[in-house]
């Protein structure tokens, strides 16, 4: 029995329709809906082992190249033990989506196959691909279609990543359906390479009274989607392992929630962020923020013990529900210290500064509060709700200019009333100033980043270098505000 009940749970994987359930009976722990119309709420079950995430084949042998082939498909994964199977949307029958493991320098070629029944493209989040193979909303994969995306990633290049759909519409129904997964990107000079890896991808899920995945409701598409149900490397709620000093590497792949990480009793190193290690060890910390697409990597310092990995209210300043007010417990941690052998402050790499542009490029986030609330009887809110530079995304209209290897000077603008990640396509930024209700801060030290949070009336200047000519887009990476036409184009010459 127990054995049968590891086997079905255990594997996030791909079953017929229509299996027959087992009724299993275990003692849950009550939960607080936060929505009526979603009791009684399936919950996945918890406690199982951290499992290790699958890693995406390497169908190549040649040395410097990876081929690899991406399905992305219905499928029903059987989560809960109250209802049926879940309808979800993945690729390769996971999730989340397998791994990409790399090396910099790579030649890389993946084959994507979209069996979904609707257009998709697939996103590589961070790097500094061809504009024509970073699968944007300009460039669909129809149905049944097959899609070869090819680049071949810089000598100097290191970090995790993410993938996942950027279609025009349906990209925020597709994402929290389950279509996302990690890449990761080693280099072979980069400090740290002795020390042992945990990959936490962290992804949220709301499933209905049935097992299933429901629409957005009228508050998701303003608001940002938040899934009831944290998960890691699909998991909810795992036990993890950790025997010494490890690299965790984790990934913030939700479409709208903050996480903002604690161990109680412990704390963290912060030794990367989303463009790979930073150039020093942090200090400790007693809790860490990753915004939605954000990546860090930690270590965790503390002493041998059993550690409940929080998570703590943030407050974004949603319109629609309340700030969060407790704290939640995602996962508990078996914390074995040993020999420690990184110290806060060590260097870690060297950074060189990006020399200050001559291309001051502007972005101003805003909101149409009227129309937001004007809407709700439509179930969704009116694009142009949310803005960049007073406009709605359009795919056909050029908004910004670059001129690639020279480097651009962004300046970022949150004039909304909720905060809001910023990314932009292309590459990594680094972070010149952050200035909010008139402190003005300037980083201690560099890191390389592709997305940031601003906090209502935050302004940050960054420096940032397209490598290749084509269409770039910037936006919020809340999908909904994103999909709603918080976003715009950067060309680049
Ligand atoms: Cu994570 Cu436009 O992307
Ligand atoms: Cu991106
Ligand atoms: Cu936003």
Request: glycine share 8%; charged share 20%; with cysteine.
């Amino acid at each position: 029995m127990h054995r049968r009940r590891f086997l079905k749970y255990s594997l996030s994987a791909c079953l017929p329709a229509g299996l027959v359930r087992q009724t299993v009976s275990a003692a849950e722990p009550q939960h607080q809906a936060t929505d009526a119309a979603l009791l009684p709420e399936p919950r996945l079950p918890v406690g199982s082992a951290l499992p290790s995430l699958s890693v995406l084949k390497n169908e190549s042998s040649h040395a410097g190249e990876f081929q690899g082939t991406l399905i992305a498909r219905e499928c029903d994964i059987q989560l809960t033990r109250d209802t049926g199977p879940t309808r979800c949307q993945v690729y390769n029958n996971q999730l989340p989506g397998p791994l990409i493991e790399l090396e910099a320098g790579m030649k890389v070629t993946i084959t994507f196959i979209n069996q979904l029944k609707e257009a998709t493209t697939v996103h590589w989040h961070g790097l500094p691909v061809p504009s024509s193979q970073d699968g944007g909303p300009e460039d669909p994969i129809a149905p049944g279609e097959t899609r070869v995306y090819r680049f071949t990633l810089p000598e100097d290049i290191s970090g995790s990543y993410w993938y996942h759909p950027h279609p025009l519409t349906g990209a925020s129904a597709q994402i929290a359906k389950g279509l996302a997964g990690p890449i990761i990107i080693r280099h072979p000079d980069e400090a740290l390479k002795k020390l042992p890896e945990q990959h936490w991808v962290i992804s949220d899920l709301r499933l209905d009274s049935q097992g299933q995945i429901p629409e957005n409701t009228y508050s998701d598409w303003v608001d940002g989607r938040e899934g009831e149900q944290v998960l890691i490397n699909g998991k909810r709620q795992p036990r993890i392992h950790l025997t010494g000093q490890h690299r965790l590497r984790v990934w913030n792949l939700c479409s709208a929630r903050y996480l903002q990480l604690s161990l109680p009793g412990a704390q963290w190193l912060v030794v990367g962020s989303d463009g790979g290690l930073t150039e020093k060890v942090s200090q400790p910390q007693t809790s860490v923020l990753l915004a939605p697409g954000e990546r860090l990597e930690l270590l965790v310092q503390g002493e041998s013990q059993h550690y409940a990995l929080n998570l703590l209210p943030y407050n974004r300043h949603r319109m629609m529900s309340p700030p969060a007010e407790v704290a939640s417990v995602i996962a508990d941690i078996d914390f074995t210290p040993q020999s420690a052998p990184v110290k806060p402050g060590q260097e870690l790499r060297r950074i060189e500064a990006l020399p200050p542009g001559n291309n001051p490029l502007r972005a101003m986030m805003s909101e149409k509060m009227a129309d937001i609330m004007k809407n709700k009887a439509s179930g969704i809110p009116p694009k142009g709700a949310f803005l960049i530079n007073g406009k709605s995304f359009d795919v056909n209209r050029m908004d910004l200019h670059s001129i690639a290897e020279q480097v651009d000077n962004w300046q970022i603008i949150n004039a909304t009333t909720m905060d809001h990640p910023f990314h932009i396509h292309g590459g990594q930024f680094q972070v010149v100033q952050r200035s909010l209700r008139g402190v003005k801060s300037s980083p201690d030290y560099l890191i390389w980043k592709d997305t940031i949070n601003l906090q209502p009336g935050e302004v940050v200047m960054l420096r940032m270098r397209q490598t290749s000519p084509g269409m770039r887009m910037y936006h919020c990476h809340i999908i909904e505000h994103e999909e709603l036409g918080m976003m715009g184009n950067l060309m680049v010459s």
